[in-house]
């Protein structure tokens, strides 16, 4: 059976983090969304703990009024300042897993996602040696993400580099992006919201869909590592020009640059400001292929954006709040979830305004407008005007998979 699931989220227990971000509204919006399996973030956190041995385990899933199914996740620092994904397989482990932390780590008894003074390579080690899987988190992105830090996994991980399951693309890559990586090529890539609310527009933003026979954390497990016909089948996202950090550019004006312009300029833009280099120029250095290149293995990459944010596009309102917003998403997911209002619902079957099924009919075909991020800004997304082109790149249709 195919599930979606988004395995990086954060509770109301991390910084700059919703005082909603809790199991009981985290579910309730889960299956709105159409989110089967929810990683619970934050498995260091004695209060988060405490919450979640509340619910009913089996197989390493906690369920919530026997729907949405939790399965626990961690992210931590490294003292490089790199993120890492942690997998567990139950509340044990994660015990186990902070108690090692903690000899190491000022804050884990007060952040969700605490900054532990170790490698990446000793990390990784206590992780497997848990029975873990860990991966980088948000690869990709300029403070925090593996590549703003190191040139490969190996440099990262050192001897543990072959054992690392999946890469997290985060919001700035996607599958093309990485994929012109080729020591990327075996690996899965994960796409996931990272979210610090609850709310559609930000919780399973970024999803993934995986074949297997049952919500489990074995399932899960073998699906990420393509085991006994277990699989991903689907990734779904942003577009990478949708980033803040997409372009290299000032991050106190947002003036865009080449790569050689940077170096021209010393890092410094003409206003003053450091200029910080972008994932796409990050990308050309690390590749050693001039295009992507796609094992057999790799999922599609379906580019999207939240309902309500597709919504407000099309009545031209400016927040994702209005009143006229919330009123036509609570219609649209009255009788079916958000994701299948984005991807599978046929759009003469939405009972919607006429302008709003013909911009959910341009996001899944690609026929949207990009104008990429930078320095910090978010990029902006935009419906074509009548008889303009699209700038962003087509995208097979949904009902193709």
Known sequence: MNV???????????????????????????????????GTGDAFHPKWLEDLRRLPESDGIFRHDGMTG??????????????????????????ELREIFRKNSSNIDTDGRPKVMLTGAEIADACL????IIGPSHAFTPWTGIFAHHASLKECYGDRAGDISFIELGLSADSDYADRISELRDK????????????SNKLGREFNQFDIRDISFQEIRLAIEHRSGRRPTLNVGFYPEEGKYNRTA????????TMREMDERLGRCACGGSIKLGVRDRVEILADLPHPVHPDHRPPYIHIIPLAEIIAMA????SVFTEGVKRIWRDLVAERTEIDVLLHTEISELNTDERVARAIGAFRSGNVVLTPGGGGRYGRISLPTPGARSKAPSQRSLMEF
């Open 4 to 38: 979606n699931a988004d395995l990086h989220i954060h509770s109301k227990y991390s910084a700059a983090t919703s005082k909603m971000m809790d199991l009981d509204t985290i579910a309730a919006e889960a299956r709105r969304k159409g989110i089967h399996i929810v």
């Open 70 to 95: 939790f399965v626990v996740t961690a992210e931590v620092e490294d003292l490089r300042g790199v993120h890492h994904l942690i997998l567990i397989p139950d509340i044990s482990k994660a015990e």
């Open 129 to 132: 040696e848990a029975d873990c």
């Open 188 to 199: 899965t890539f994960l796409s996931n919201s990272d979210g610090h609310s609850p709310w």
């Open 250 to 257: 000032c991050t106190r004006c947002y003036k865009q640059y």
């Open 315 to 318: 009545l031209d309102h400016k």
